[in-house]
């Protein structure tokens, strides 16, 4: 069983930059295709970013493009979330997740393709 552990959750101005990681244990085999989900009050949650199990193929949401970056260090089985120029709209609870079973060079946008989720801290962005 896969348990996925975050942190870098918390507040940061507007402007600022917070990068969260998600740690995964319990892992078998090298990497996993990893996706960052949020979901504001009353909105849907939606994928802002995802990548493959190689780590050569990645996604960004248009809403976050060119601001965020996802990133995989497999050694470390652990997966990065650098978000940049944050501001007050991009307040949402933030989840990593991992698929489980993979395709190599493919990376997933959908809630229904991933088995394993993290707790989903809070990060709030003050003006």
């Known amino acids: 069983q896969v348990q996925l552990g975050e942190s870098g959750g918390g507040g940061v101005q507007a402007g600022g930059s917070r990068r969260r990681s998600c740690a995964a244990a319990?892992?078998?085999?090298?990497?996993?295709?990893m996706g960052w989900f949020r979901q504001a009050p009353g909105k849907e949650r939606e994928c802002v970013a995802a990548i493959s199990r190689s780590g050569g193929n990645t996604f960004s949401a248009d809403s976050v493009k060119g601001r965020f970056t996802i990133s995989t260090d497999n050694a470390k089985n652990t997966a990065y979330l650098q978000m940049n120029s944050l501001q007050p709209e991009a307040t949402a609870v933030y989840y990593c997740a991992a698929v489980g079973t993979s395709s190599l060079n493919q990376y997933y946008r959908g809630d229904d393709d991933y088995g394993y989720w993290g707790q989903g801290p809070q990060v709030t962005v003050s003006s």
């Open positions: 319990g892992r078998t085999g090298s990497g996993d295709a």
